[in-house]
């Protein structure tokens, strides 16, 4: 079972929140992907448009974080990793990332105003008057997936401890495509700046629209609705700002290319974006059609945004810069088509006998029990989670000794399906005018290539979003993202205790696995590290025993 | 048909579209030579607001030019205008202008402001554009003052704030559709009553002003055919009374506050006008004169 400790300080929390804020006005559902030296926060919004990636790192931005993956899933995954011909694609999966996905409207009460001196955002604070001293995140994942919950404990002011026991379902992770080689046109702002700009525009204009001439850049609100003469007042605001150039630290972007993205999500950037202090927007994009993206960071948090760009005017199917891609998606993971997929993540299915004791699910088992779907050729990846999901998760303020299971969650197996639809959708031979290492879904193969660049992939290779930025070599978002020079280095604390028994256990079962799939050498490391991992698992579970 | 204007007052102005965006959703525009003036008609015709602002207190270079006298009269949303409006309220704004333009065949009252970025003092452009409904002039001929009799009590209103706290709390004891009595005289007393089904309140102000009815000039009102005498001996402590639904009072409230001014008319049993007085002198460069009329007992 995966173990993931995580301390923040007050402020961290206040920040914490602040991203899930933003977060909450993209989608219904954040997206944990915990990894050994960071915590990704996801969010795709409905129309799948717009994804949200929040990264916390988890030795800037956490005072304490302690990621250990699941030893079995870890082991698995190797071996699947070796089995195919996309062992380099793998790459998070290999690494037994836990992945869960909550309410994000369940999570933010949790951590709404916990944190009083300097806060972030003074308005809101002001009224405030609890304050906590830190904040403790846990997870507590056991076998018999009956008491597997996310547990939140604050530390608050005279010694008062408040106890969050929060469900979570089974999660895919999504991952944005984002070509930076097509991204040639960047800009850099200062965000409290943008924000100004952007506090001009009304609520309710659709698009904005990104254009320059040779001195100004022009920020302008549109709306695509036909009006007729009646509704002719409810027309909305239409807005346009004019820069100079010189309000941007940097303005590369070839002539004559507009891009328009949605008010609404813009604001809600530049405004989370203005929560920090003195920080740097960045945004690079293509033409109209491809993602743009925006990103920034600070304090050991990575915030990215990619949202689907469009060309002003160019309303209808046939238009080039439709967000058409996005839509065509949707409708694929909705489709009827694919109950064998939701077999394992839905309750209704969950009669279904798989296996899921540790260890024994080996890959083989794995892709078994999802191809009872159609046919693997047009398996679409596992359709979101159904609507009534959004119960699932409660927050429990107090210590419950009976506890029932989470309704959405059968297996810990987290990620697994997500792996195999994967593998899938790459080996799929439906993928037409595509190398089998492309990172898209399957689906794919039935949209115009390029320009019309499809925003959402399965999460393969999410480490290259991060990819050279202008920054230079040392930008610290590469640092952190580069999980193979970093897994050596991360700490956690080995003082939790060694069962020496078991650890050479497991170091014998990683042996044999290793046998059967030779693996390299760094994965060798990985499997050693692993081992000794699971024994602050179990310890764990021990100390959670009592509690309980 | 031709409009253009700078603004060098646009707070005044923002202030006035603030005051009348509570009022109601849609206004009707009227520019002309010498004033322009906002009418916002309530749905259920018991009220009326009256908004007149003189050219000069507002506008520069005001150039304004149609076929039908050079009167152009608009259907403006007022909230849309009210915030377009407050993109000017920051400390770097330097000049504002509008004027009635066509864009995507939607005429349109383009306001352009110019503001100066606080980092590199570069001037920065924001252009707002408010679609409007350009009215021909017989639609908007029926549109005439309320004429009202002269006013058996004329009261400047106590202050606003605390005016603004007690309503609040009155319209919520008496609820939805609730009504609310107000009865004053010329000795300086208002008295502010609600008489719901559970409750019984009422509130009273002495010391108030008495201001001469017509004292303050654009005051209009229709010279009863009784003889002056009767005016005359009209007791001064006599209570005139108005009736009106606690929602509309609610709004009468929050325009007074936007006011420097407000002087109350209590026409018994008939009607209430409040005179608010928007510019900072109090003048009577920006009015705003809401009619209600009185529930009948």
């Known amino acids: ?548 | 048909m031709r409009f253009k204007a700078s603004i060098q007052n646009i707070s005044l102005l923002s202030k006035v579209a603030g005051a009348l965006s509570v009022v109601g959703k849609v206004g009707v525009l009227q520019l002309n030579d010498e004033f322009v003036q906002i009418i916002v008609l309530a749905a259920d015709n018991q009220s009326q607001v009256w908004s007149h602002i003189t050219i000069d207190a507002v506008f520069l270079d005001y150039k304004i030019a149609s076929a039908s006298g050079n009167v152009i009269n608009l259907e403006v949303p007022l909230d849309t205008l009210h915030r377009s409006l407050k993109s000017a309220q920051t400390a770097s704004f330097t000049s504002a202008s509008i004027r009635l333009t066509k864009k995507e065949n939607i005429p349109r009252l383009s306001l352009t402001i110019t503001t100066e970025t606080p980092a590199s003092m570069n001037p920065a452009i924001i252009i707002q554009d408010i679609p409007v409904r350009v009215l021909a002039p017989q639609t908007v001929a029926h549109l005439t003052k309320p004429l009202v009799p002269r006013p058996e009590t004329s009261v400047i209103l106590p202050a606003l704030s605390q005016l603004r706290g007690i309503t609040d709390r009155y319209v919520r004891m008496v609820g939805p559709n609730g009504r609310i009595v107000l009865e004053g005289n010329m000795n300086g007393v208002l008295k502010m009553k609600a008489d719901a089904d559970a409750v019984k309140v009422e509130s009273e102000w002495r010391g108030l002003m008495n201001p001469a009815v017509g004292e303050d000039g654009d005051m209009e009102w229709e010279e009863p055919d009784e003889s002056e005498d009767q005016l005359n001996t009209q007791e001064k402590s006599v209570f005139s009374t108005v009736r009106v639904d606690s929602k509309e009072w609610a709004k009468v409230v929050r325009v007074c506050a936007t006011g420097k001014r407000v002087i109350a008319w209590l026409c018994n049993n008939h009607a209430l006008v409040v005179y608010v007085f928007m510019g900072d002198g109090g003048d009577n460069n920006a009015t705003i004169n809401y009619y209600v009329s009185s529930l009948a007992s």
Not at chain 1, 144 to 160: E, I, P, S
Not at chain 1, 181 to 200: F, P, S, V, Y
Not at chain 1, 296 to 322: H, I, N, V, W
Not at chain 1, 429 to 454: D, H, N, V
Request: charged content about 25%.
């Open chain 1, 1 to 548: 079972m995966a173990t993931l400790n995580i301390t923040l300080n007050p402020v961290a929390v206040d920040r914490l929140y602040e991203a899930l804020n933003c977060l909450a006005k993209f989608g219904d559902y954040v997206t944990l992907e915990a990894k050994r030296n960071k915590l990704n926060l996801r969010t795709l919004n409905q129309t799948h448009s717009a994804h949200i990636l929040i990264c916390l790192a988890g030795d800037t931005f956490c005072d304490a974080y302690n990621f250990v993956p699941d030893p079995n899933k870890l082991l698995s995954s190797l071996s699947f990793g070796n089995n195919g011909s996309q062992s380099s694609s793998a790459r998070p999966a290999e690494e037994g990332a836990f992945t869960c996905q909550m309410n994000v409207r369940a999570l933010l009460p949790v951590f709404r105003g916990r944190y009083v001196p300097e806060a972030v955002n003074k308005e809101r604070d002001d009224t405030l008057v609890q304050g906590i001293e830190k904040c403790e995140i846990s997870l507590h994942e056991k076998s018999d997936k009956v008491q597997c919950r996310l547990v939140v404990k604050l530390f608050c002011r005279h010694g008062v401890m408040k106890t969050f026991r929060l469900q979570y379902e089974e999660a895919d992770i999504i991952s944005a495509s984002f070509r930076r080689e097509w991204a040639i046109n960047r800009w850099t702002i200062r965000a409290g700046e943008l924000k100004k700009w952007m506090e001009h525009f009304g609520p309710k204009t659709e698009h904005l629209q990104i254009s320059h001439q040779e001195r100004t850049v022009n920020l302008t609100s549109y709306t695509e609705k036909i009006i007729d003469g009646a509704q002719i007042l409810k027309t909305p605001l239409q807005t346009s700002v004019e820069l100079d150039l010189i309000e941007f630290n940097e303005f590369q972007v070839a002539s004559e290319t507009q891009i328009a993205v949605t008010v609404k999500d813009f604001k809600s950037i530049v405004t989370h974006a203005g929560t920090f202090g003195q920080i740097q927007i960045q945004a690079a994009y293509g033409e109209a059609g491809q993602p743009m993206q925006m990103t920034y960071d600070q304090s050991g948090m990575f915030c990215e945004f990619t949202l689907m760009t469009r060309k002003r005017g160019a309303a209808g199917p046939a238009g080039a810069g439709k967000a058409e891609p996005v839509a065509k998606i949707l409708a694929h993971r909705n489709a009827p088509s694919a109950p064998g997929s939701v077999g394992t993540r839905t309750r209704e299915t969950s009669a279904v006998p798989i296996k899921t004791q540790p260890g024994s699910a080996g890959p083989a088992s794995r892709k078994s029990s999802v191809t009872p779907g159609p046919s693997v050729s047009s398996m679409p990846p596992p359709p979101s989670v159904p609507p009534t999901a959004s119960r699932a998760m409660e927050k429990l303020a107090s210590v419950s000794r009976e506890m029932p299971p989470p309704p959405s969650r059968i297996t810990p197996r987290v990620g697994s399906t997500s792996m195999a639809s994967n593998s899938m959708s790459r080996d799929s031979p439906s993928i037409s005018g595509r190398q089998p290492s492309s990172l898209s879904f399957g689906l794919r193969g039935s949209l115009p290539p390029r320009p019309s660049q499809s925003l959402f992939l399965m999460d393969d290779d999410e480490d290259d979003l991060f990819g050279p930025t202008p920054g230079g070599a040392e930008d610290p978002i590469e640092r952190l993202l580069d999980d193979d020079d970093d897994e050596d280095v991360l700490g956690w604390d080995a003082s939790l205790g060694l069962d020496h028994t078991s650890s050479a256990e497991m170091q014998e079962k990683s042996v044999h696995k290793e046998s059967a799939a030779p693996v390299k050498k760094g994965q060798e490391d990985r499997e050693e590290e692993s081992g000794s991992f699971v024994d602050a698992t179990q310890r764990k579970n021990v100390v959670k025993g009592l509690f309980d």
